[in-house]
């Protein structure tokens, strides 16, 4: 993330003094909804007939700080398959970039977006004769929202914000179903998440849906924040 973008981030909704050279008040710098910044993904993933390899066709699209971000991130056009693969690289360890397709990444449009083909190994275990298959979401929120066990200080998000997915896995001819990942419906103060998972024939839908209420989490409640990421 580049300084520029750090910088905007840190100064919403924060307590600011404010001087006129007559008088000082302190005023709360404005923050934008979650919806305002959000992120939506389309992963279309196949089963290799080898039972090995996950290989999936995806589309993201960016709005408000995203939009930003990933323009920063990718402003060098020549190196910018080489740093989206450093991306997916980190939320799917041993990926590799097949191939990738950039929009209105040099536009001043309020979102950008990309398409990209994407082989993920070690997604699938045998167990007795099944095969057990660890979904793939483009965030993973553990690892990068609540690495820490313990906090000595509140954890600030960068952002408020929200995303949705959709996640279709088509299984080799002659397979079934055997379960999916329960419905799941979480609402509270700090986040909202939903995820449904349907079977079909030979293939799986998945959706699943996530907004961010607080930026701040004080320390007290990190324990339930990491439960829930």
């Not at 079934?176 to 293939?203: F, H, I, M, Q, W």
Request: proline letters at 6%.
């Amino acid at each position: 993330m580049s300084d520029d973008c750090i910088r905007a981030l840190r100064e919403r909704g924060i307590d600011a003094l404010v001087l006129d050279g007559k008088s000082h008040q302190i005023v709360r710098t404005p923050e934008l909804p979650a919806l305002a910044s959000r992120v939506d993904a389309a992963l279309r993933v196949t089963l290799r007939p080898d039972g090995q390899l996950l290989a999936f066709q995806a589309q993201e699209r960016w709005n408000g700080w995203f939009a930003s971000n990933f323009r920063s991130l990718l402003n060098i056009e020549g190196k910018r398959r080489e740093e989206f693969g450093k991306i997916l690289s980190y939320r799917y360890p041993g990926s590799k970039l097949v191939s990738v397709s950039f929009r209105d990444l040099d536009s001043l449009s309020e979102s950008a977006g990309v398409e990209y083909a994407l082989e993920v190994p070690g997604r699938v275990r045998r167990e007795e004769g099944t095969l057990r298959i660890n979904m793939i979401w483009p965030s993973a929120m553990a690892r990068s929202l609540a690495q820490e066990t313990t906090r000595h200080y509140d954890l600030v998000l960068w952002s408020l914000w929200a995303g949705e997915s959709s996640f279709s896995l088509v299984l080799p001819p002659g397979s079934t179903v055997k379960t999916v990942p329960a419905p799941l419906a979480l609402d509270n103060d700090l986040l909202t998440y939903e995820l449904r998972c349907t079977p079909s024939g030979t293939s799986v839908a998945c959706q699943r849906r996530l907004i961010f209420k607080r930026r701040e989490i004080p320390k007290e409640r990190y324990p339930e924040w990491r439960e829930l990421c």
